[in-house]
């Protein structure tokens, strides 16, 4: 037991030190390693099956030559007579050699009555013939083993022996014994065949496999070389495809395409960085001036109020943008709940109109709301009240703030399909086409509107709370003025996606 633990102790040691080896740890050799396991197992239960049935079949063809030839002696024995059997035994004997086949007749109560010639092999018990036989009509097979008379010196191996016993009428025994050296030497044959065939396949089957799955890795290396090399600025790398469109090469892919979007994202990441540093330096650069001016100026309580008031101002501004920023932020990465409601969007619009009154009338713009649908209908969507009155918003100001002293803003609801749609309209300085492409993107203003106050945000806020609604936002616009449309699924449509 103690061995046993102690040589188990032993294997585990070299496994381990042999599993530190790089080599022993590669996939290929790991790979092979089971296959080759996997391999010879089932190699040695065919070879298993395929040699008990060999060992059977020889067994009952030797079998079926014994019985043949016991009920043919048997046969002699009643018909001619004990003479007639021991000269039978003889000549039979002899044909087939004495060291070969033994014949033998037995009384009922185990005296020999005939014999061949039996004077080479020691006497065994297994010859006598057992008690219970002369009761059974059926001839019983034994397995045994002689061994040769020789002197002390000779070693003797002895031989195996096929030997069938059975009872004939007259209550004797018939015992015939056969070598079985010829079954023996085929059986060692076909082990010694298959060995062979074993380490030639292992051999063969070690080297290819093992070559096969170090080129089946050859690409999964290429995309661990390409992981490996890509460095802070060198995104633009990609793992070189293969002309085998094989799943190595859709990994390659996929990889590829990854890195495509790590690279857009990083690229836009880098974008909207340069922009929130760059509109941060304008506001805070302008409150510095005034901070530097005044404290440059006259010690006037008046003018540090006015300054005080400046900064105020400007604070503020950056308060709203960097919290306009945090929203588009949230909203775009799904991190805000939105708190869904059934709203009528033709109050929405109803309430910011009258928000907005104040200031289309400072500019002497009219603004209208119009519905395509019959006044009572209503346009119910399933949406966050105060996001969508932001969104609402942003479109009114932005309207009112780009239209000139005199012009028009109407607001439109209707349906389209399973959408419900909002469109401001504006008879004012319209966008221009290059304008158009960008003005959803973070920070962008049209040159032509830098004179107005704005940070740029407004419409990439409405977008962010109009998809997280799953609806759309589109402009066209012209000379004449800007349509903004929003579409927004209507509240059963809604109620059906979800
Ligand atoms: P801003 O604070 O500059 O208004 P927005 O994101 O709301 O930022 O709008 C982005 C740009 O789109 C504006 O700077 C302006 O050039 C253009 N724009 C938006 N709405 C209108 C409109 N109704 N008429 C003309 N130009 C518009």
């Known amino acids: 037991m103690e061995i046993t633990q102690q040589i188990y102790n032993r294997l585990k040691t070299w496994l381990h030190i042999l599993l530190r080896v790089p080599f022993f740890r590669t996939t290929p050799f790991r790979l092979t390693f089971m296959y080759l396991g996997v391999f010879s197992s089932i190699s040695a239960i065919v070879f298993g099956v395929v040699y008990i049935s060999l060992v059977l079949h020889l067994q009952n063809l030797k079998d079926t030559v014994l019985l043949n030839s016991a009920q043919e002696y048997a046969a002699i024995y009643k018909q001619n007579g004990l003479l007639m059997l021991k000269n039978g035994f003889q000549r039979e004997a002899t044909s087939q050699g004495t060291d070969r086949a033994f014949f033998q007749l037995f009384s009922a109560n185990g005296n020999t009555l005939a014999s061949s010639d039996m004077s080479q092999w020691?006497?065994?018990?297994?010859?006598?013939?057992?008690?219970?036989?002369?009761?059974?009509?059926?001839?019983?097979?034994?397995?045994?083993?002689l061994h040769k008379k020789?002197?002390?010196?000779?070693?003797?191996?002895?031989?195996?022996?096929?030997?069938?016993?059975?009872?004939?009428?007259?209550?004797?025994?018939?015992q015939i014994g056969q070598s079985i050296e010829l079954e023996e030497s085929t059986l060692n044959e076909y082990q010694e065949i298959f060995?062979?065939?074993?380490?030639?396949?292992?051999?063969?089957?070690?080297?290819?496999?093992?070559?096969?799955?170090?080129?089946?890795?050859?690409?999964?290396k290429r995309v661990t070389d390409t992981a490996t090399s890509i460095g802070r600025n060198d995104l633009g790398i990609r793992v070189p495809l293969s002309d085998q469109g094989n799943d190595i090469?859709?990994?390659?892919?996929?990889?590829?395409?990854?890195?495509?979007?790590?690279?857009?994202?990083?690229?836009?990441?880098q974008q909207v960085t340069d922009n929130v540093a760059h509109e941060l330096r304008t506001p805070i650069t302008r409150i510095r001036g005034i901070a530097e001016t005044t404290l440059k100026g006259n010690d006037d309580l008046g003018e540090y109020k006015e300054m005080a008031a400046s900064i105020i101002d400007g604070c503020d501004d950056l308060i709203e943008m960097i919290s306009t920023m945090l929203e588009i932020a949230k909203t775009d990465s799904g991190s805000v709940e939105l708190q869904l409601v059934p709203l009528d969007l033709n109050d929405l619009i109803e309430e910011a109109v009258d928000l907005f009154a104040p200031m289309a009338e400072d500019k002497g713009i009219t603004i209208q709301f119009k519905t395509s649908l019959s006044p009572m209908h209503q346009v119910m969507v399933n949406g966050?009240?105060?996001?969508?009155?932001?969104?609402?918003?942003?479109?009114?100001?932005?309207?009112?703030?780009?239209?000139?002293?005199?012009?028009?803003?109407?607001?439109?609801?209707?349906?389209?399909?399973?959408?419900?749609?909002v469109m401001v309209t504006d008879t004012g300085t319209g966008i221009d086409h290059h304008d158009i492409p960008h003005i959803f993107e973070r920070f962008y203003r049209a040159d032509k509107s830098r004179s107005t106050a704005g940070s740029g945000l407004g419409l990439s806020l409405a977008e962010s709370i109009v998809n997280a609604h799953h609806g759309r936002i589109s402009v066209e616009s012209s000379a004449q003025g800007s349509i903004f449309t929003l579409s927004l699924p209507l509240?059963?449509?809604s109620q059906l996606n979800s």
């Open 249 to 269: 090469n859709e990994l390659a892919q996929a990889f590829n395409g990854m890195l495509e979007r790590i690279e857009i994202l990083l690229g836009e990441f």
């Open 384 to 421: 966050d009240r105060r996001r969508l009155q932001r969104v609402i918003s942003n479109l009114l100001d932005n309207a009112i703030k780009y239209t000139p002293y005199g012009g028009m803003v109407t607001l439109t609801t209707g349906m389209n399909g399973q959408y419900a749609a």
């Open 150 to 174: 020789t002197s002390e010196n000779e070693h003797n191996h002895g031989s195996n022996f096929r030997l069938i016993s059975m009872t004939i009428d007259s209550g004797d025994v018939i």
């Open 195 to 220: 060995s062979i065939a074993l380490v030639i396949m292992v051999a063969c089957g070690g080297f290819f496999g093992f070559f096969l799955a170090r080129k089946a890795m050859m690409g999964v």
């Open 122 to 145: 020691q006497s065994s018990d297994e010859l006598t013939p057992d008690k219970s036989l002369s009761e059974s009509n059926q001839p019983i097979f034994h397995l045994i083993r």
């Open 491 to 493: 509240k059963h449509a």
